[in-house]
């Protein structure tokens, strides 16, 4: 189940990234809104996995609540799933 909140996170942060930086852009400089509509739907299926996931692992991961709420926290923060990754998640797979 690790490697799949992994592969989550992973997902979860490129497309909040693309949201953020292409899409939006894109929706209000060049009133094109046919990105935000392709981008928001997945990226808000991975928001949700990630969240359900984090719950799910925090046992096996001995993560405290000050643990999980960083992870939850990291969900909102543009790169944090990164972060996730590097300091929760990068120990052996």
């Known amino acids: 189940m690790r490697n799949i909140f992994r592969l989550v996170a992973l997902l979860e942060g490129v497309s909040y990234i693309l949201l953020l930086f292409v899409a939006v852009p894109l929706k209000y400089w060049g009133g094109d809104e046919q990105w935000v509509k392709l981008l928001g739907m997945p990226h ?10 984090a719950f799910l692992i925090k046992e096996n991961e001995n993560w405290g609540i000050k643990d999980l709420g960083i992870v ?3 969900s909102i923060l543009p790169f944090g799933t990164f972060y996730v990754e590097w300091k929760y998640l990068k120990k052996s797979i």
């Open 72 to 74: 939850l926290l990291a």
């Open 44 to 53: 808000g299926l991975l928001f949700v996995s990630y969240v359900i996931f």
